[in-house]
């Protein structure tokens, strides 16, 4: 089979575009794909700014801050950094960090780690020890997200960047729509407005799928962590990802399909939402309660 705009051999199939392609055309959709995406949704205020992105040191984020790196090289007045969430997960995130701090030197860029040890004073290995009925990612959920905004916070970013491909914004989507949970559909990253209290978050690569993702790292050569965390085995996602991969297979381009969805419906609740986003009354971090996820969290497994 030949290439869809060369004669060589193409060895990559695109079901969702019904096209094959060589490696050096698969490149280029790749990161016409991604720089389209980072031109929606990054624009400064001014001649330039700071972009945060948070590195797990997994493919998706490493290949999302090799990415943005590349595309700001050049621009003197807009800064990259890279942060890591350290969740205190041994032998899972003390590896991964090890990568991304790698993947961080390779490319010039600064580098720096916070953790629920430093900010909760725990970690969840402790935490998974007494969870009284609630999953892991239920008490992790939160407190990552909230260490996400007080990392980019903290460097004072315009943007923080994550990894979150295709599949995992067509996963979010289905999980909120089983909920009926319209709010937290129009908080879904990309942030197109500014939140009081959270720094605007980007996904350069939600209209790509994962597979092209992995793929795309290894033909660039970008180092990155493949492990998997000890306690996603008992995630609710788990079961949103089978689905909505069952789905694609049948019916290849469902899952831009639903990217396309979330831009339509969030532009339509938006409009008409009260601000999604109040502070904490005990810790004074950005909530939609009255008391934030983490510390009525913090409460139940203590």
């Known amino acids: 089979m030949k290439c869809e705009f060369c004669s060589k051999e193409a060895a990559i199939q695109i079901p969702y575009m019904k096209v094959a392609?060589?490696?050096s055309h698969f490149v280029a959709h790749f990161e016409k794909e991604f720089k389209k995406e980072v031109r929606r949704q990054i624009k400064f205020s001014g001649s330039g700014g700071k972009i945060a992105v948070a590195l797990s040191g997994g493919k998706d984020s490493s290949v999302t801050l090799y990415s943005i790196a590349t595309i700001f090289a050049g621009r003197r007045k807009v800064e990259v950094e890279a942060f890591t969430v350290d969740e205190g997960i041994?032998?899972?995130?003390?590896?991964?960090?090890e990568t991304a701090k790698t993947l961080c030197n390779s490319l010039g860029i600064k580098h720096t780690v916070i953790g629920y040890e430093e900010i909760y004073g725990t970690t969840m290995d402790a935490e998974v020890t007494d969870l009284k009925g609630k999953t892991p990612c239920a008490v992790c959920g939160p407190m990552r997200r909230q260490l996400i905004n007080l990392a980019a916070d903290r460097s004072n970013a315009d943007f923080v960047a994550l990894g979150m491909n295709s599949d995992d914004i067509s996963q979010s989507l289905l999980m909120n729509v089983s909920r009926g949970d319209l709010d937290r559909i129009a908080r879904m990253a990309p942030h197109k407005k500014?939140?009081?209290g959270l720094v605007r978050r980007v996904v350069p690569l939600r209209r790509l799928?994962?597979?092209?993702?992995?793929?795309?790292?290894m033909i660039k050569g970008i180092g990155f962590d493949s492990g998997w965390c000890p306690y996603y085995a008992q995630a609710q996602r788990n079961l949103f990802r089978n689905i909505v991969d069952m789905i694609e297979e049948k019916y290849p381009g469902s899952k831009l399909a639903m990217t396309r969805f979330q831009d339509i419906i969030q532009e339509k609740l938006t409009d008409g939402m009260k601000s999604p986003?109040?502070?904490?009354?005990?810790?004074?971090?950005?909530?939609t309660n009255e008391i934030c996820s983490v510390c009525i969290n913090t409460e139940v497994v203590s």
């Open 21 to 23: 392609l060589c490696e």
């Open 90 to 97: 041994r032998g899972y995130r003390d590896k991964s960090l």
């Open 194 to 196: 500014e939140i009081p």
């Open 209 to 217: 799928p994962e597979k092209e993702v992995l793929l795309y790292a």
């Open 277 to 287: 986003v109040n502070r904490c009354r005990i810790c004074g971090e950005p909530t």
